[in-house]
């Protein structure tokens, strides 16, 4: 019924930048929250950056400055903004959503992407 994509990852060089997207599509009702996610082989997932329908944004201490989360409503698409990238940033990336269903107004659910990888070579 919903599906989350994201896409943008790939190989980058130290200090380069990358632009990774999240589409959530289907039988949507409504989009609260969206985030991205990352989770480094041998570590535990972890949050980058999330940011509401109405735009308000939290980032960890480690994208704050360097990444910037934006989101298109119109579109359930999210994206993430990373400059300055730096090996410790190789991970693969993850985009969730909280959302309803169009058959489910009222009950929130959270829903996740397959990830997209993220190399940064040093």
């Known amino acids: 019924q919903v599906q989350v994509v994201e896409s943008g990852g790939g190989l980058v060089q130290a200090g380069g930048s990358l632009r990774l997207s999240c589409v959530a599509s289907?039988?949507?009702?409504?989009?609260?929250?969206m985030g991205w996610y990352r989770q480094a082989p041998g570590k535990q997932r972890e949050l980058v950056a999330t940011?509401?329908?109405?735009?308000?944004?939290r980032y960890t201490d480690s994208a704050q400055g360097r990444f910037t989360i934006s989101r298109d409503n119109a579109k359930n698409t999210v994206y993430l903004q990373m400059n300055s990238l730096k090996p410790e940033d190789t991970a693969v990336y993850y985009c969730?959503?909280?959302?309803?269903?169009?058959?489910?107004?009222?009950?929130?659910?959270?829903?996740w992407g397959q990830g997209t990888q993220v190399f940064v070579s040093s």
């Open positions: 289907g039988s949507i009702f409504r989009v609260n929250a």
């Open positions: 969730n959503a909280e959302l309803t269903l169009a058959d489910e107004k009222d009950l929130w659910r959270i829903y």
């Open positions: 940011i509401t329908s109405g735009g308000i944004t």
